[in-house]
């Protein structure tokens, strides 16, 4: 390690004196004019993150569904999967050490999770589509290459397609090809043959209105439209040739605004969805005979997906541990469905992919969503085993629904979320089936629900319990809420603080607005 070097580059990049952040759900994020230390000193972190696990490591420069004057940057662990835990804190630990103290917190690092500095380090780099973007993948790849690891940039992805980059990367290539032709191919194969199994009925050519946020996914999806042309049109709108960057449009602004966005004319039934700004979240939505707006969020998805996939298992005759993980945002109408009329078992834990990814790791299949529109759903490798086994070796009923399966699994990305692929599971999901987005959106009708936030000088006064339930403190707090509750059919509500600024964000439902 070349401490002289490292101190000279990093002076380039000052840090502002007294800025404090802490590495998050979401990494570091926000007003790009404060980032470009945190750039140069995560390509540093990525280089000893890949030293001591032997892999390459990912840097995804977005702040996603952010406005574009934001910016932020994310670190992506071997298999795709998010930054571990005691790394967030390395993470936070050296964005917030002063000029002086770099060379010590870098060597105090490496001691501490015994890192091998000779060992060689390879890190890939991705960016979404912000003014601010091409500078800050200069800066992590000075902080790279100052610690003498190489590197890889994509230049502009959506933030999943980075995950399958370093997952396919990592698995020597078992998982796709590590090319953005790579990614394009496995999806479009696995979505293709899934529409090749529908029962084409009189609306066997389908389209849909896509709303790209003005941001990357707009661009990817141009690239990757006639890999699956065959099976459906996207009109998009919202494709960053006028508009700004998740400004009033993009599925934040659709799911929180409850209407459509801007720039998309809807007409009667038309099926049309949202992603955000770098392609992690999806909604969708249509427009009724009276001009009413119906939303389908993750909570429609997941039920959509899991009960999907529970049907297929019943046809192959695999009794498998299906799990759904919800947040306290979840619509209290989705978790009966989906307990009540479909059995599959829910859980709920803290709001944060992060948190939830975890808990569907412990199902054979666990479906995952935020209400956002943020989720997938994870296959354990002995499923995936057995599934292709299946598929492989049976002909009959079963043998299509193991190969239905197959492709489903294919179109999953390791990444905790794809807007893309799931938008190709849902139209695959719904010609399958035969389903209209009407039909989809009756399956239950979500409790009328409010969600706003409140400013407040310090957020740490509200701590809570029970997968953010329940409020701890301050005392009296929870009781109150408690005794508001009690006077409404099928009510709740629930008082959290946020994870990123000085809001305490309220979530309230009920059988009436």
């Not at 307990?339 to 944060?352: D, I, L, N, Q, R």
């Amino acid at each position: 390690m070349d401490l002289s070097a490292i101190t000279k580059h990093s002076a380039l990049h000052a840090k502002p004196s007294g800025l404090l952040l802490q590495y998050g759900t979401a990494g570091f994020r926000m007003k790009a004019e404060h980032l470009d230390h945190i750039m140069f000193r995560m390509g540093l972190l990525a280089v000893l993150r890949s030293k001591q696990t032997k892999s390459t490591i990912g840097v995804m420069v977005t702040a996603s569904h952010n406005p574009e004057e934001d910016n932020g940057v994310k670190l992506v662990d071997p298999l795709g999967e998010m930054l571990a835990p005691s790394w967030e804190e390395h993470a936070t630990y050296l964005a917030n050490a002063e000029e002086e103290d770099m060379q010590r917190v870098l060597i105090d690092i490496s001691e501490k999770e015994a890192v091998d500095l000779q060992q060689d380090a390879f890190v890939v780099i991705g960016r979404d589509t912000r003014p601010s973007s091409e500078k800050f993948s200069q800066s992590v790849i000075d902080g790279v290459t100052v610690l003498g690891g190489q590197v890889h940039d994509y230049g502009l992805l959506t933030t999943p397609q980075l995950h399958y980059m370093v997952c396919c990367r990592n698995t020597s290539g078992q998982y796709g090809m590590a090319t953005i032709e790579g990614y394009y191919q496995k999806l479009s194969r696995a979505f293709v043959e899934l529409t090749k199994q529908a029962s084409c009925s009189g609306d066997e050519y389908r389209s849909l209105k896509v709303d790209c946020a003005n941001g990357i996914g707009a661009l990817k999806l141009k690239e990757m439209e006639h890999y699956f042309s065959q099976g459906l049109s996207v009109q998009l709108c919202n494709d960053g040739t006028k508009g700004k960057l998740n400004h009033l449009c993009g599925a934040d602004f659709v799911k929180s605004h409850q209407k459509p966005p801007q720039g998309m004319e809807i007409k009667f039934n038309e099926r049309c969805c949202s992603f955000d700004g770098d392609a992690d979240r999806i909604v969708y939505y249509y427009c009724d005979a009276d001009g009413h707006f119906h939303l389908m969020d993750g909570d429609k998805i997941a039920t959509l997906i899991s009960s999907f996939l529970k049907e297929l298992l019943l046809e192959v005759g695999e009794n498998l541990n299906v799990g759904v993980v919800q947040t306290a945002y979840a619509n209290g109408s989705s978790t009966r469905y989906l307990e009540e009329v479909m059995k599959v078992p829910v859980y709920c834990t803290k709001t944060g992919v992060k948190h939830l990814h975890h808990k569907a790791q412990e199902f054979d299949i666990g479906v995952y969503f935020e209400a956002n529109g943020h989720g997938t759903a994870l296959f354990s490798k002995a499923v995936e085993d057995k599934i292709n086994q299946l598929a492989r070796e049976l002909e009959d009923k079963k043998g299509k629904a193991a190969k239905i399966l197959r492709n489903i699994i294919d179109l999953f990305n390791q990444a905790a979320g794809d807007a893309i692929a799931d938008m190709l599971v849902i139209e695959a999901i719904l010609a399958l089936k035969n389903l209209t987005i009407q039909q989809w959106d009756a399956l239950y009708t979500d409790l009328p629900n409010r969600q706003l936030k409140v400013k407040v000088a310090d957020r740490k006064v509200i701590s809570t319990t029970d997968a953010e339930r329940q409020a701890v403190t301050p005392p009296g707090l929870q009781e109150a809420i408690n005794d508001l509750v009690k006077k409404y059919r099928l009510s709740r509500a629930f008082v959290r603080p946020s994870g990123t600024e000085d809001v305490i964000r309220v979530y309230a439902e009920a059988d009436s607005q």
